[in-house]
């Protein structure tokens, strides 16, 4: 039973000594660079309303959701999500705000996955949202935060797919597809089957403009050209053609912040997450299976909270994200100027005034009293698994 108690449930994990260190670091470094770009911290809850991640909202599905019940009977649930939260925030305490609000914030997310997809149950994230805005200047803010975030984390080669939802809306909308043909077009691009999406597209009578832009869906990168002869195609298509010169518009202006070499359009992006409206975006890079980051613009989600304001907003999933660096040998830099202080019991005061002197001087020390049945030996190996920088023996 003893034994047992050491283990952790499915799913999480314990974070502990270096690895802790770095990640403590990463998300400070994080945070100030939110802070450079204008965004206020905000903490919410680890546990909300079940109604705030409800299905109508868009997010989680609720097999999917860590749900239990207060004194008084109300169903709640760990948060699956940040953005949701925000946006409560957001619609109580800046309800009379009519210029754009700028948070960012930092917690665990909780959800319920299936065992067999070997992911994290528990996971931090780190990130901002720009509510109040529906630019395209907005859109090119957060990712250009978003390719700072990553640098600034250490990654050198890392790319952020950009899609758009209105572009496979449109695309839905203009075939007239049935509702279990839409599903089957998502469930293939989801899983990357785009041998099989041109099947399901060549057995619909489509036009030919159409059958080319569903094709586009597996361009993992737009050219210029493929962007104009796309926008060529779509011209009956109003809803297709706005969320093309979006995108278009968003390159432009995200050349101005000369990070444009780290996004690329990419027309099959999908998102579980139902409330986004516009642009949707994740970043991958070498030694990580899952999104590193991911993101979107969610124009109407606020409303659910009774304040309208378009708005967009990212997250970092820290655990990736260190995951990532640490398989690509990328070093998080841990000052750790910490002395042991190992003194004998009559020494106890000169040993103490010694430790406060280090610490005035901002470096660390812990106090250990000598053992009789322990060598010098024992205890400079014990200050080297402790990573000390150095010992001192009174």
């Not at 799913?11 to 400070?28: F, H, P, S, T, W």
């Not at 004998?344 to 103490?352: D, G, L, P, S």
Request: with cysteine; charged share 25%; aromatic share 10%.
């Amino acid at each position: 039973m003893k034994r047992k108690l050491l283990h952790t449930p499915e799913g999480v994990r314990d974070i502990y000594n270096m690895e802790c260190a770095r990640k403590l670091i990463l998300q400070q470094n994080l945070q100030d660079l939110l802070k450079m770009y204008g965004y206020q911290a905000i903490e919410t809850p680890t546990f909300e309303f079940f109604d705030i991640f409800s299905r109508e909202i868009g997010t989680t599905p609720s097999k999917d959701l860590y749900k239990f019940f207060d004194r008084e009977g109300n169903t709640l649930v760990l948060r699956p999500d940040m953005t949701p939260s925000i946006a409560r925030c957001v619609a109580k305490y800046y309800a009379e705000e009519e210029f754009p609000v700028r948070l960012c914030y930092m917690g665990n997310t909780f959800i319920n996955n299936n065992s067999y997809q070997g992911r994290l149950k528990e996971s931090t994230q780190l990130g901002a949202e720009l509510v109040g805005d529906n630019s395209v200047a907005a859109d090119a803010e957060i990712l250009a935060l978003v390719v700072d975030s990553l640098k600034t984390a250490g990654l050198l080669e890392f790319q952020i797919g950009v899609g758009h939802t209105d572009f496979f809306r449109g695309l839905v909308q203009a075939a007239e597809l049935k509702e279990e043909e839409e599903q089957e077009l998502i469930a293939l691009i989801s899983n990357k089957n785009f041998f099989g999406v041109e099947e399901l597209v060549d057995s619909l009578h489509l036009s030919s403009e159409l059958k080319e832009l569903f094709s586009m869906l597996g361009n993992l990168c737009m050219s210029d050209d493929m962007m104009c002869k796309a926008k060529k195609l779509s011209a009956r298509y109003p809803v297709i053609l706005q969320a093309l010169e979006r995108l278009e518009s968003l390159m432009q202006v995200l050349s101005c912040y000369h990070v444009e070499k780290y996004v690329s359009i990419e027309l099959g992006m999908l998102s579980s997450y139902h409330y986004y409206t516009g642009i949707i975006f994740a970043g991958y890079t070498f030694g990580s299976g899952e999104p590193i980051v991911k993101g979107g613009r969610y124009d109407n989600l606020m409303d659910y909270f009774g304040k309208h304001a378009p708005s967009i907003g990212f997250a970092v999933v820290t655990d990736q994200l260190l995951a990532a660096l640490a398989r690509q040998k990328i070093d998080i830099a841990v000052e750790n100027n910490q002395t042991l202080v190992v003194y004998h019991k009559e020494h106890q005061q000169e040993a103490i005034e010694r430790a406060v002197s280090l610490r005035e001087q901002n470096l660390g020390a812990a106090l250990v009293c000598w053992e009789d049945e322990k060598t010098e030996a024992d205890y400079r190996a014990y200050a080297q698994r402790m990573h000390m920088q150095s010992i001192m023996f009174i």
